[in-house]
């Protein structure tokens, strides 16, 4: 069964740092498009960093660039984020998902995917 499991999650302080990774079984990740959404509560679930299956270019939501980085270890096959100067607004459940045939900046809209992680919560406060 496909499977995606999230970790890393946690509460930060403004200014911290995070870790997560979405960890991967059966899935060979380095063919498919591997994408992070975080929902807020009341807010729609956004696209925060992807990287596309066409040729693994990257791709960030305006409110993250120069502070979140995507990177993928195949041989982990593993995805993680690096998440550096958080904010408040940076508060919510986090998600990975993966699908194959994403190309480009579509890496980076939901409804692109059909396999999902469970999540884990990010919550950044003083």
């Known amino acids: 069964q496909e499977q995606l499991v999230e970790s890393g999650g946690g509460l930060v302080q403004p200014g911290g740092s995070l870790r997560l990774s979405c960890a991967a079984s059966v899935f060979t990740l380095d063919y498919y498009a591997i994408g992070w959404f975080r929902q807020a509560p009341g807010k729609e679930r956004e696209g925060v960093s992807c990287?596309?299956?066409?040729?693994?270019?990257?791709y960030y939501a305006d409110s993250v660039k120069g502070r979140f980085t995507i990177s993928r270890d195949n041989a982990e096959n593993t995805v993680y984020l690096q998440m550096n100067s958080l904010k408040p607004e940076d508060t919510a459940v986090y998600y990975c998902a993966t699908d194959q045939w994403v190309e480009g900046g579509r890496c980076l809209l939901s409804y692109e995917y059909d396999y999902w992680g469970q999540g884990t919560q990010v919550t950044v406060s003083s």
């Open positions: 990287i596309s299956s066409s040729d693994g270019s990257t």
